[in-house]
């Protein structure tokens, strides 16, 4: 079979750091047409999956993320129905830093334990 058609994959905004709340727009694009690609991700708790399953909002070629977490953070890439990928296929690494007052709970979170062990010792 001939290699599959070139594809490129589009991210919007650009940026590979997109914030806690923010829209994300990824879209699959092929020279002649984007027909049979879908966009899928791996994640820290999640391989493999594809837009529309659980996350994102699929809309032909593209797929939208209308509210990024940090946990969306990941490697996103273009994959034809037959499940090929082409060699060298463009991944796209999108972060989603934690916020400052996402930190500090956990910071938080440590005190109240540590606090409720002292308490049980007495």
């Known amino acids: 079979p001939p290699p599959p ?3 490129s994959l589009t991210v919007s ?4 750091q997109v914030f806690r709340g923010q829209s994300v727009s ?3 694009e092929e020279d002649d047409s984007s027909a049979g690609w879908s966009l899928r991700r791996n994640t820290t708790g999640e391989t493999r999956t594809q837009c529309g399953g659980g996350w994102g909002r699929p809309a032909g070629p593209s797929c939208t993320i ?4 940090p946990w969306y953070s990941g490697e ?3 994959e034809s129905r037959e499940g090929a990928t082409r060699k060298g296929h463009p991944v796209a690494t999108v ?3 934690p916020t400052q007052a996402e930190e500090g709970l956990d910071e938080d979170y440590d005190d109240v334990i ?3 062990t002292r308490e049980h010792h007495f």
């Not at 209308?66 to 977490?69: E, G």
């Open 114 to 116: 540590t606090a409720v």
């Open 13 to 16: 905004p650009s940026s590979s």
């Open 95 to 97: 972060t989603t830093p």
């Open 76 to 78: 996103y890439w273009c």
């Open 5 to 7: 058609p070139p594809v």
């Open 66 to 69: 209308s509210n990024m977490v």
């Open 26 to 28: 990824l879209s699959c």
